[in-house]
Nanobody, 123 residues
Framework: QVQLVETGGGLVQAGGSLRLSCAAS????????MSWFRQAPGKEREFVAA????????YYADSVKGRFTISRDNAKNTVYLQMNSLIPEDTAVYYC????????????????WGQGTQVTVSS
């Protein structure tokens, strides 16, 4: 049974930082691409960042480049999203995802999701 458990969300002021964590179990974490998606009120879920198994390459949505950093610790079966210089537009529920793939430059989510963690950025 695959399980992804997310923590780290909260309420912060613009310019602040948060660090999200996603602990995975029930999958071969070390060979699985991990990613983060988010969904803001009234919007579709969108890709935020991804990190393949090696951890060498990372991928980001244009909206978060230079502000967010995705990383992983395969020994701990955990993926992180460090979120700096937060802006109100970052307000969303953030979801951890396992197994995403990139096709023609676009990321498609894998089959496994975390429960989501709320990030709210005040102006």
């Amino acid at each position: 049974q695959v399980q992804l458990v997310e923590t780290g969300g909260g309420l912060v002021q613009a310019g602040g930082s948060l660090r999200l964590s996603c602990a995975a179990s029930g999958l071969i974490f070390s060979t699985t691409t991990m990613s983060w998606f988010r969904q803001a009120p009234g919007k579709e879920r969108e890709f935020v960042a991804a990190i393949p198994w090696s951890g060498i390459n990372t991928y980001y949505a244009d909206s978060v480049k230079g502000r967010f950093t995705i990383s992983r610790d395969n020994a701990k079966n955990t993926v992180y999203l460090q979120m700096n210089s937060l802006i109100p537009e970052d307000t969303a529920v953030y979801y951890c995802n396992a197994g995403a793939v990139r096709v023609r430059g676009l990321w498609t989510a894998g089959d496994y999701w975390g429960q989501g963690t709320q990030v709210t950025v005040s102006s």
